[in-house]
């Protein structure tokens, strides 16, 4: 397990992109006589003070050894409904920090540009973990560098889980305990018990991982093409575990069409006792939300016959449109924010000095990018700086060993979860509602989803 002072986007990132091939030009960027004009993802919002500001200055430090580079930081954040028009449109930034399930279909398009030299080059490359850069790699060549890795756990407070009567050292590590837990906070405590997220493509991505942990997957290839899989017991299993805490536990509270944003604020304020979500999410928890360190706990997902959780990140792709020139900056600035801080422990010893100093938090475990050799320098390296209640994701940390990482639907992701939004919605709103025949009908239409992609 990797310590790391980097951060991922509530709930992670999510969307879909779907348009046309890339055409010329592109949003903030050039080339002259003058240098090179980059822009870029991954600006925090003003929301955020203090990590806006690192932001800028991490900018302002790369721009003073690359006086060449100029770099137009956006705060524009990754979004499933506009991404595919923007990119499509040229209005896109030249580097894109998105999620891990995007690079297939970018690359089938040919919307993301062939870095390989570049990446190649880097004295990093050869330290990258196979596993992670298989999703980045087509043909033997090179389309992304990766940010970070998460796998789904479960999040929890641990005053409510004392308040229920419940053990915050030993969470559900099963779906039975997790339903009793949740029922137990509710009773005890009168705050949600378990608050699940259903909007923005959400529902589709808790109900995949879900489907992992209960040995289940969610596509399948038939004739040397992908098809659904999900329409059987694995899948029906989560769909009627909720369903049963919805309406004859009454531990989910009443709001079911919640997304990430809903649910964050409302956990740091002491109102949900568990929600599942990423390790990351301790930071927006103490910087944006003013939780207690105190009441943050972090576990794997609760199992059933899968000994499985799904495994999402945020990766750096560079777009077609981006010229040589461009495309050099841009691996430059990749390599300097993202890559060298996971990398080179001088680096990441500085970046987390400056961090605590900012009172940002430091250590957060996250599944590694490289290889252990690297990544026990690095943890060495920041060991001083790190200010997460580490004790506190023990149950994360010691569960993640045993599990395998499933990753996300290799084709299409986001149509796939766009298209069970609607089904976990039902279920968790519409007592009468049939987990089989809304299964059976989303299959079809992923089964759709999936033969028009191949067309």
Not at 121 to 145: C, E, N, Q, S
Not at 294 to 322: C, H, K, M, W, Y
Not at 363 to 378: C, E, R, S, T
Not at 426 to 448: E, R
Request: glycine letters at 8%; charged letters at 20%; a neutral charge.
């Amino acid at each position: 397990m990797q310590l790391t002072r980097r951060t991922v986007l509530i709930g992670g990132l999510a969307g879909a992109a779907t348009l046309a091939l890339p055409g010329c030009g592109n949003k903030g960027s050039g080339s002259s006589g003058d240098g090179t004009t980059i822009s870029v993802m991954g600006l925090p919002p003003t929301t955020n003070a203090a990590t806006r500001q690192a932001f800028l200055d991490q900018v302002a430090a790369f721009e003073k050894v690359n006086p060449t580079i100029h770099l137009e930081p956006s705060d524009a954040p990754w979004d499933v409904k506009t991404f595919a028009a923007k990119l499509a449109g040229g209005k896109a930034e030249a580097v894109l920090r998105i999620p891990l399930t995007e690079p297939p279909g970018l690359i089938d398009r040919q919307q993301v540009a062939d870095i390989t030299a570049e990446a190649k080059a880097l004295p990093a490359f050869a330290d990258f973990d196979p596993k992670v850069m298989a999703t980045l790699t087509r043909d033997g060549k090179v389309y992304g560098l990766p940010e970070s890795m998460y796998s789904l756990g479960l999040i929890y407070n641990r005053t409510l889980f004392k308040q229920a009567g419940l053990d915050p050292d030993n969470p559900p590590k099963t779906w039975d305990e997790f339903r009793a837990a949740a029922k137990q906070i509710a009773e005890k405590t009168g705050q949600v018990g378990y608050a699940p997220i259903t909007t923005n493509n959400s529902g589709g991505w808790h109900l995949t991982a879900m489907t992992y942990a209960n040995g289940g997957v969610m596509q399948k290839t038939v004739d040397g093409k992908p098809v659904a899989a999900f329409n059987d017991a694995p899948t029906l299993q989560a769909l009627q575990l909720l369903k049963a805490m919805r309406f004859e536990d009454n531990s989910l509270g009443t709001n079911m069409l919640r997304k990430s944003e809903d649910v964050a604020p409302d956990f740091a304020a002491g109102k949900v006792g568990m929600w599942i979500n990423g390790t990351t999410t301790y930071n927006s928890f103490i910087t944006r939300f003013g939780g207690k360190a105190v009441d943050f706990g972090a576990s794997v997902l609760p199992q059933g016959a899968g000994n499985a959780t799904l495994l999402g990140g945020t990766v750096e792709q560079i777009t077609a449109r981006a010229d040589d020139a461009q495309r050099a900056a841009a691996i430059k600035w990749i390599d300097y924010e993202y890559v060298r801080p996971n990398f080179d422990p001088d680096a990441a010893a500085a970046v987390a000095k400056a961090q605590a100093a900012d009172k940002l938090p430091v250590g957060i475990p996250l599944v590694p990018v490289f290889g252990q050799a690297i990544v026990d320098k690095v943890n060495a390296a920041i060991a001083p700086y790190v200010n997460v209640p580490v004790a506190q994701f023990k149950p994360y940390v010691e569960g993640t060993k045993t599990l395998k990482f499933v990753p996300e639907p290799a084709v299409a992701a986001q149509d796939v979860y766009a298209a069970l939004d609607p089904v976990v919605q039902a279920v968790l709103t519409k007592p009468d509602a049939d987990p089989a025949k809304l299964l059976a009908a989303a299959s079809d239409q992923v089964d759709a989803i999936l033969q028009q992609q191949q067309s």
